[in-house]
């Protein structure tokens, strides 16, 4: 069984639809990041929490240390947000991070 | 803003070569990274470095794997013989302090034929 879990696997959206990403993980950790990886294979750093929520413009992350459960949020969602969304933890003893397999989102005009 | 670079961007060698991938982590940052992800699967860690030493490797980074950080810019992956499943991305990636993000780099593309 994968450590990190991310559902769904593949979404497809219109543009200007509500979108979430879910996120389990069966690991204790000491923060959970979620990334953004473009076709062209980079990645950026969207979020990194421990607790709560956060929010960066059009992009919310939350996540429930209780429930080992953390969701990505995009509202208004626009072609350009067309990427793959990955969850990755950072295990509780050591600093390296344990990645998801990754949701691949398309969003159409 | 800084951002932490990688040449190069896309390596081809031949089963057996070695090969050296650098990265150039954002310039105060202290914890050093190495990634991979073999086309369509998911991120994998390889190893951490911080104060000159390696904090920590999975079982990828087997002998055949090295990291240097040889002067105070540079933070270097040495595959000594490649093999065919060592054809990858590989990811950089450095943060100022343990409670920071982590900030990747661009990747190099690495195909050994």
């Known amino acids: 069984k994968n450590e990190v879990e991310q559902s769904p696997q593949n ?9 979430t990403i879910n996120c389990s993980y069966s690991v204790g950790i000491s923060a959970l990041h979620w990334l953004q990886q473009h076709p062209g294979g980079g990645i950026v750093s969207l979020f990194m929490l421990s607790s709560g929520k956060k929010k960066h413009g059009r992009l919310i992350a939350t996540i429930n240390i209780q429930e080992k459960h953390s969701s990505l949020h995009i509202t208004a969602s626009h072609p350009r947000d067309s990427a793959v969304y990955i969850c990755a933890v950072r295990d509780n003893n050591t600093d390296k991070l344990i990645f ?3 949701t691949r989102l398309q969003v159409f005009p | 803003e800084p951002e932490v670079t990688q040449t190069p961007s896309h390596q081809v060698t031949q089963m057996g070569q070695e090969v050296i991938l650098r990265c150039v982590p954002i310039s105060n940052h202290l914890y050093f990274y190495w990634y991979r992800q073999i086309l369509g699967q998911k991120v994998e860690f390889l190893v951490s470095f911080y104060n000159n030493e390696i904090s ?8 055949q794997f090295s990291v240097e950080r040889p002067d105070g810019s540079n933070f270097t992956l040495k595959i000594r ?5 060592d054809s990858a991305m590989y990811f950089c990636a450095s943060k ?5 993000t982590q900030y990747f780099g661009p990747g190099t593309r690495l195909l050994v034929l």
Do not use: P
Not at chain 1, 11 to 19: C, D, K, M, R, S
Not at chain 2, 81 to 85: A, F, P, Q
Not at chain 2, 96 to 100: D, F, I, Q, V
């Open chain 1, 11 to 19: 979404l497809t959206a219109q543009e200007g639809e509500f979108i």
């Open chain 2, 96 to 100: 100022r302090t343990g409670l920071e």
């Open chain 2, 81 to 85: 013989s490649t093999k065919l499943e």
């Open chain 1, 100 to 102: 998801g397999t990754g």
């Open chain 2, 56 to 63: 920590e490797k999975s079982e990828i980074f087997d002998d």
